[in-house]
């Protein structure tokens, strides 16, 4: 587990259909979608400390997440 910081637009270097959770630091899920893009739009997201869950297939990805 990693920890990364975005501005605003997340790149996820996994190509094909997968599903992206950003969970805040109580549990909650407050974005979730299930893309085949790499660039992901988080200017709505609150500022703060999240982890982000990427599933594709069978795989899982979890790593850390400071939004600014």
Do not use: H, M, P
């Not at 910081?5 to 997968?18: A, E, F, M, P, R």
């Amino acid at each position: 587990v990693y920890k990364r910081q975005v501005l605003s637009t997340l790149n996820v270097d996994l190509q094909g259909l997968k599903t992206i959770k950003l969970i805040n630091s109580i549990g909650q899920v407050v974005y979730q979608e299930k893309t085949s893009k790499n660039l992901i739009d988080l200017s709505a997201i609150s500022d703060g400390f999240y982890v982000i869950q990427i599933n594709k297939g069978s795989d899982r990805i979890v790593e850390k997440l400071i939004v600014r």
